[in-house]
């Protein structure tokens, strides 16, 4: 296959025919229909910041799809460490609820309460 000339015309133009095809691949990726739009915005962004108007491409929808992929796996690890982040976060400020300090800490999450609990519970 011989490669052609991308320019902004021709992307545009392509753009138009494949929007619908490339949305539903980003929300299928994304698991939602409005993280998919925002990744094809990043995609088209990607896209015309990459292209300088003499680039050659020899797949153009190939190589769109492929921008369209990477920006996808982009959002689902950034959505992945925010989660994380968020949980641990929610880890550190739990309290015990029966306000016992141990070890000279005044605080000490609340699943490391509730197991030493179960553990001396479970003893005869």
Not at 32 to 47: N, P, R
Not at 70 to 91: G, K, P, V
């Amino acid at each position: 296959m011989i490669p052609r000339k991308l320019d902004r015309p021709a992307l545009e133009a392509m753009l138009s025919e494949l929007r619908p095809r490339l949305h539903r691949y980003c929300a299928r990726m994304a698991g939602s229909v409005i993280d998919g739009e925002d990744i094809v915005q990043e995609t088209l962004l990607k896209a015309l910041q990459a292209l300088d108007g003499s680039m050659a491409v020899e797949r153009p929808e190939q190589w769109l799809f492929r921008i369209a992929h990477n920006a996808a796996q982009d959002h689902l690890r950034r959505r992945h460490r925010e989660r994380s982040r968020i949980t641990e976060a929610d880890m550190t400020t739990i309290e015990d609820p029966s306000g016992s300090a141990t070890a000279g800490s005044q605080r000490r999450p609340a699943c490391a309460a509730s197991c030493s609990f179960r553990w001396r519970s479970a003893a005869p």
